[in-house]
């Protein structure tokens, strides 16, 4: 299907309303002389006044503000420089030997004419702009639902696990993504990461990790062996300043747990006891193809609980610049009297909200043990 084309316009378009906007200031001095001024030094006085107020309003569009005193400066030199030249060359003859009446209507009907042409240039660059702005709206607000649909939150219930996760983009289209796939056996695969950036860019990233995590969980191998093909297949697919740190995740019916970071923040285990820190020790995908991610396994017993997240949390700033951090988190999670998985989400997510407004996307992933 053809797209219909899109209404563009010069960019010099604005300018030129401006110019035909103030340039019958020029024609209504003229108009207003003890004797009206003739057709050409009408004229030259239009384009003086129209050339003024271009200066002026680049100067104040782009912060040019050396061309300020320049333009004030302007009409001062204006009569050596310009309008002196000008009536040498006899254009101030034009026009100069018609009656009175002839004069002033001539230089009101040009002042007319002029303000209409502005106007009409002016009104034409709007409507493009409201065009360009609404499909701009549209373009998001598809990002928006692409996001929702490709990061849902989770809510599962196995005879062994729950689990629930949350993202929150901190646009229409995020960079996070929170994942999980159950196996025939009842193994639970899930995967927490974060795109380097945010908005559309990294959501496309996060939509190819999406799929490409998918298509490699069809086939056996470890959690090492996913984090490595998932690292080479974003190394030559993503740009060379991208790069996704991430959480992979694997839960047996038997209650052990394999997982393996790859540039992504600790992995806190709640147990009765406390909270336990796993740290990360790899690089993050698409920074090495040669990267190896060793895998770790724990033995989990009913009651503990898992909670990984991406760094929109801790690095959640309130009004003195001060985050959140990875310190309060945990103390959070370890204070925190329940360990089921969607209230600890829950708490853990509006921490950071009550520390701070969100500048990244924020996602968090708990696993709770039955």
């Given at each position: ?41 009408g004229l030259a006085a239009a384009v003086f006044s129209g050339v003024l107020a271009f ?178 297949v974003l190394h030559d697919l993503t740009p060379s300043h991208t790069f996704v740190t ?125």
């Open positions: 299907m053809t797209r219909p084309p899109a209404e563009t316009t010069s960019p010099q378009l604005p300018y030129a309303a401006i110019f035909f906007i103030f340039s019958p200031v020029g024609l209504l001095i003229g108009l207003v002389q003890p004797q009206a001024w003739g057709w050409g030094g200066f002026w309003a680049h100067a104040i569009a782009f912060k040019r503000w050396w061309l300020i005193p320049v333009a004030i400066a302007v009409p001062f030199v204006a009569p050596r420089f310009y309008f002196g030249p000008l009536n040498a060359t006899g254009l101030y003859t034009l026009g100069a030997d018609a009656s009175e009446t002839a004069r002033k209507a001539v230089l009101a009907i040009a002042a007319v004419v002029f303000v209409s042409i502005g106007f009409t240039l002016l009104v034409r660059f709007i409507r493009a702009a409201e065009m360009r702005a609404a499909r701009a709206r549209a373009e998001l607000d598809v990002a928006r639902r692409m996001h929702d649909s490709i990061v849902p939150d989770i809510a599962h219930t196995s005879a062994f696990a729950r689990v629930h996760a949350v993202s929150r983009p901190s646009s229409e289209m995020g960079g996070d993504l929170i994942d999980l796939t159950v196996h025939p056996d009842q193994t639970i695969d899930l995967l927490l990461a974060d795109v380097s950036g945010h908005g559309v860019a990294a959501g496309l990233v996060m939509g190819m990790l999406k799929g490409a995590s998918r298509t490699r969980l069809l086939s056996p191998g470890s959690i090492s062996d996913v984090a490595r093909d998932l690292n080479r991430a959480a992979f995740i694997r839960i047996r019916p038997d209650r052990t747990c394999e997982y393996a970071l790859a540039g992504h923040l600790p992995i806190y285990w709640r147990t009765a006891s406390g909270v336990t820190t796993h740290d990360n020790d790899a690089l993050p995908l698409s920074v090495d193809p040669a990267e190896t991610f060793a895998a770790r396994t724990i033995t989990l017993q009913p009651g503990d609980a898992l909670i990984v997240f991406t760094d929109g949390l801790p690095e959640t700033a309130d009004k003195s610049a001060r985050q959140l951090g990875l310190d309060a988190l945990r103390d959070i999670a370890a204070r925190s009297p329940t360990s089921d998985p969607d209230r600890l989400a829950q708490v853990l997510m509006e921490a950071a909200e009550r520390h701070g407004p969100a500048i990244d996307d924020r996602s968090v992933m708990v696993v709770q043990i039955r």
